[in-house]
């Protein structure tokens, strides 16, 4: 009811049409019933569609009252000739309609410029809380999700198998202080755009740094591997673009399905170890392993 109401609002035309019917409806029952104090009635109809429709309505009911009091009225109902009284009674209701015109669709235009002005207020904020969601969620450099988004999509993943991954860039330091910070931001920035190439936005985290996290779910072994062979081909296209750089990763994963709530901490906590190992054999590598929940809590 609350939705038909508020498109009948919108549409000034139709509810115009829809006053005018009911104005002359009400001024035929008041007069085929002889109610007394019939204006009482119609003045109540004129302050409704007025609210409602602003100026044009209530122009039209104000019109229709003021036409039937001077049918009312006049002598004989001709419209034309008034008693002093009864003529003095029309005059005192055209300034009591006129006013009323007058007031209550000034209340209805500032009506709808006040929620106008909600609108856009709330159309401000709606954007605002977009851009401030985006801001908490995605890493501006890398375009990949953040930590803070990791933690809150934890439970998410829980009661699925899946591949938890985490890997840095070799060397990422000598990156740094041989090339500047600017080339060290485009490596990163060109990791985060391979993750998502192969691995998709959903799936990918900014652990810190030169850290970053992979969580995929409901993927084979043999499939996860192919994923990892697919990114470690798009690393080095990164390098091709620019011969002097020579970026290399290293990578530990695990995998297993999540049943309790500190599982997908503790498979990230035993891929951040498997990776540790892929940096003592000689780093540019990627290593794996199975889930181990008694092996991952003695892990520090």
Do not use: W
């Not at 740094?176 to 755009?193: A, C, K, Q, R």
């Not at 998502?196 to 652990?207: A, L, S």
């Not at 081909?233 to 020579?246: F, G, R, W």
């Amino acid at each position: 009811m609350s939705d038909l109401i508020r498109k009948i609002e919108q549409n000034k035309t139709v509810g115009c049409i829809i006053d005018a019917i009911v104005m002359i409806v009400m001024a035929i029952i008041v007069y085929v019933f002889d109610v007394p104090n019939p204006n009482m009635i119609l003045i109540t109809v004129l302050i409704v569609f007025a609210s409602i429709y602003g100026y044009s309505a209530g122009i039209i009911s104000g019109s229709i009252m003021i036409l039937y009091s001077m049918f009312f009225f006049s002598k004989n109902h001709s419209f034309i000739y008034y008693e002093d009284t009864n003529i003095h009674k029309l005059i005192v209701v055209i300034i009591g309609v006129v006013l009323s015109v007058i007031f209550i669709g000034h209340l209805h235009d500032k009506k709808e410029s006040s929620e106008n002005e909600l609108l856009e207020i709330n159309q401000i904020l709606k954007d605002d809380n977009i851009s401030l969601e985006a801001a908490t969620t995605y890493d501006s450099l890398t375009g990949v999700k953040n930590r803070f988004a990791m933690r809150r999509e934890y439970d998410s993943y829980k009661n699925q198998y899946l591949h938890a991954m985490i890997l840095d860039v070799d060397d990422f330091k000598s990156v740094n202080d041989n090339n500047g910070h600017m080339t060290g931001d485009y490596v990163l920035s060109s990791i985060g755009n391979c993750l998502t190439k192969v691995f998709g936005n959903d799936y990918c985290y900014r652990y810190g740094g030169d850290e970053f996290v992979v969580i995929y779910p409901d993927i084979s072994e043999d499939e996860f591997k192919d994923k990892l062979s697919s990114f470690k081909q798009a690393v080095s296209d990164i390098n091709n673009e620019d011969s002097k750089l020579d970026i290399q990763f290293s990578a530990g994963y695990t995998h297993g399905k999540v049943l309790l709530n500190d599982d997908l901490r503790l498979m990230i906590r035993q891929a951040d170890d498997i990776l540790y190992k892929a940096k003592k054999k000689g780093k540019d590598q990627y290593m794996g392993e199975m889930y181990s929940r008694k092996k991952a809590v003695l892990l520090r």
